[in-house]
């Protein structure tokens, strides 16, 4: 069974930075591109971070980028995002997710249940 | 960046009922789109991907078409359990972007 458990939401000020894990089981993670997708309370999901298989290659959209860097740990079977300079707009659950196997074009199969990251003073 | 454009915003059905959720993007897509369900207080859920490809486990009352700029997810026979919000997203082009979802009811 696949399964994705996120750690490291909380609070924390603005212009800090926190540190997100997901643990990844029940498949060959090293073979998968994983993702970081959020949802800001009560709204839409925003794709915020896709990293490639071996960790060469990362993906932000403009409203991260720079300020958001994931990576991976394919023999701990973990994705993290160290998220810094952080915003009140970065308040949301962040949710790991599983995408394509070899591949970045690829749908979100599975997800995380979400770790609740709230920016405020 | 490509928009996707999803209506209606809420919709409310009866059991029984057949919904029909639409997402248009501002560009071909080339049916990189994907369908997902998500609960109250749960995590999101695929659905569809490919445009029209039922993933695992998902009931075969869920079906997606469309292609290039225009796509739909049909619900037949709604169930209480349909309950949710649905999100559609597009994988062509980074950045990957969602529609602002659908909250489906029952009546």
């Known amino acids: 069974e696949v399964q994705l458990v996120e750690s490291g939401g909380g609070l924390v000020q603005p212009g800090r930075s926190l540190k997100l894990s997901c643990a990844a089981s029940?498949?060959?993670?090293?073979?998968?591109?994983m993702a970081w997708v959020r949802q800001a309370p009560k709204k839409g999901l925003e794709w915020v971070a896709t990293i490639s298989t071996s960790g060469s290659r990362t993906y932000y959209p403009d409203s991260v980028k720079g300020r958001f860097t994931i990576s991976r740990d394919n023999a701990k079977s973990s994705l993290y995002l160290q998220m810094n300079s952080l915003k009140s707009e970065d308040t949301a659950t962040y949710y790991c997710?599983?995408?394509?196997?070899?591949?970045?074009?690829?749908?979100?199969?599975?997800w995380g249940q979400g770790t609740l990251v709230t920016v405020s003073s | 960046d490509i928009q996707m454009t999803q209506s209606p915003a809420s919709l409310s059905a009866s059991l029984g009922e057949t919904v029909t959720i639409e997402c248009r993007a501002s560009e071909d897509i080339y049916s990189n789109l994907a369908w997902y369900q998500q609960k109250p207080g749960n995590s999101p859920q695929l659905l569809i991907y490919?445009?029209?490809s039922l993933a695992d486990g998902v009931p075969s009352r869920f079906s997606g078409s469309g292609s290039g700029t225009q796509y739909s997810l049909k619900i037949n026979s709604l169930q209480s359990e349909d309950v949710a919000s649905y999100f559609c997203?597009?994988?062509?082009?980074?950045?990957?972007?969602f529609g602002s979802g659908t909250k489906l009811e029952i009546k």
């Open positions: 490919d445009a029209n």
């Open positions: 997203q597009q994988y062509n082009n980074y950045p990957f972007t």
């Open positions: 997710a599983r995408g394509g196997v070899w591949n970045n074009y690829s749908w979100f199969a599975y």
């Open positions: 029940g498949f060959t993670f090293s073979n998968y591109y």
